[in-house]
């Protein structure tokens, strides 16, 4: 799995999904890298980042029930719970399933001991109030009592998923905030941190010109004149 440089990882914990999205969308055709259908369980405690380990879920089949198991050594859950690296974001594709639980208190508990920075899952949390309590940031559909083996059972790891209508590949690299969760393909995150600084200063420039009465014609998007004025006012605050 492709690992990241510490400027990369500190550079997207910093940058918002918003930006992250847009860049994606201008500079790449990457028309939809956002997972849909997702909240977090804790808007005071959403933002991570850090490469995906990802685990898929197919639909529950009573006569092999056993595998769905945490006990069962085959277990696919279990398998990651011993092998996520720490700093990784835990990827569920839960196949938008909301009505029952991927995670509780528990194993939530075992993945924060691993240093898990955050979970998302097309699918729905129990135990949620603990699992606020514990301090994990999770993006999930919701709160949820059953568990998922009453409609799912998960069956491998560290393989393309689809979650909330996004592929991700294991090693992609996730943020998230309050605006959601933003998935970038692994071989652009370093490119997509070395752009994203530079979009939010213009964003914000753009905003407080637009805000002392400028209008936004030209300005949002930028045309080449205000793109001109814009360097000038960079090359003037470094």
């Not at 914990?13 to 849909?36: E, F, Q, V």
């Not at 997702?38 to 005071?44: A, E, F, K």
């Not at 996730?174 to 600084?197: K, S, T, Y």
């Amino acid at each position: 799995m492709k690992t990241y440089s510490e400027e990369t990882t500190e550079i997207l914990k910093k940058a918002s999904t918003a930006a992250i999205t847009g860049l994606l969308l201008k500079k790449y055709s990457l028309r939809m890298r956002a997972i849909s259908g997702v909240r977090p369980i804790d808007p005071d405690n959403c933002r991570f980042a850090g490469p995906a380990f990802t685990l898929r879920y197919v639909p529950q089949r009573e006569d092999l029930s056993m595998t769905s198991d945490i006990g069962n050594p085959d277990n696919a859950m279990l398998k990651a719970t011993q092998q996520i690296s720490a700093g990784s974001v835990f990827v569920m594709d839960m196949m938008g399933n909301g009505s029952v639980g991927g995670l509780g208190d528990v194993l939530t508990t075992s993945f924060l001991a691993r240093g898990v920075v955050g979970i998302v899952a097309d699918g729905g949390m129990r135990d949620v109030s603990e699992i606020r309590s514990l301090g994990m940031p999770i993006h999930c559909k919701g709160p949820a009592a059953p568990p998922s083996p009453s409609a799912l059972m998960p069956i491998d790891i560290q393989q393309p998923i689809g979650c909330g209508c996004v592929l991700v590949l294991p090693g992609d690299f996730i943020v998230a905030d309050n605006d959601g969760v933003a998935v970038i393909p692994a071989h652009l995150a370093d490119e997509v941190a070395e752009q994203v600084v530079d979009k939010e200063a213009m964003e914000t420039w753009i905003r407080n010109r637009v805000a002392e009465g400028e209008g936004v014609y030209g300005l949002y998007p930028p045309n080449e004149a205000n793109r001109e004025r814009y360097q000038r006012w960079k090359e003037v605050q470094s």
